[in-house]
């Protein structure tokens, strides 16, 4: 072997080991010396309970892909219609589905997702405004507090679109002019984005 061709194989070799150090670097520092950092991925619906006050059910998955443990300590929820008014919802119950219906699971406290995991969660949001739903596109801005107190910032959020049609409208406001605190509609509602 020439010295040339040694020569080259050793500036290869040299390329290789800072490249692997460099790769192995990052995964550190991403992995291990990151914060936990949660995104949140919602179902392909929602559901509208109209009782004495409109709740929202939304079906989530909380993925944590680096290696800490976190901890969500609180979700709200600021709901636009389409007549531009806007109705604050703080997370009221987890529910659990069986069937074709929605359990109350527990009250709120807090969601732990592992290190390098995902957690399924449904949640109940409510609204303390008492309003009637229009025709039109709604847009339901939710946002989280992770590994945080919740006089600080929230760090995680997502949005949600749906609209209501003529027929969801009618028969939403059918069950309101009923009057009836116990009866409630659970409504699958399309999302658009």
């Not at 739903?133 to 600080?152: A, C, D, H, L, P």
Request: glycine letters at 6%.
């Amino acid at each position: 072997m020439t010295n040339l061709q040694y020569m080259d194989l050793e500036f290869i070799n040299t390329i290789i080991a800072v490249a692997a150090l460099l790769i192995s670097g990052f995964i550190l520092i991403r992995d291990y010396l990151l914060p936990a950092k949660i995104k949140m991925f919602f179902g392909d619906s929602l559901q509208i309970i109209h009782t004495d006050r409109n709740k929202l059910q939304i079906n989530f998955n909380f993925t944590n892909d680096r290696n800490r443990l976190s901890v969500i300590n609180k979700l709200m929820g600021l709901l636009d219609s389409p007549n531009g008014n806007q109705y604050k919802y703080v997370w009221n119950v987890f529910y659990k589905l069986e069937g074709y219906s929605a359990k109350p699971d527990r009250l709120p406290t807090s969601i732990s997702v592992l290190a390098k995991s995902s957690i399924f969660q449904g949640i109940e949001f409510i609204c303390d405004d008492r309003f009637t739903w229009i025709e039109g596109k709604y847009k339901f801005n939710i946002t989280g507090w992770s590994n945080r107190g919740v006089s600080q910032s929230s760090n995680i959020s997502t949005q949600i679109v749906f609209s209501l049609n003529k027929e969801d409208v009618d028969k939403l406001n059918d069950i309101s002019l009923q009057g009836s605190a116990t009866t409630s509609l659970m409504r699958p509602v399309k999302i658009i984005n």
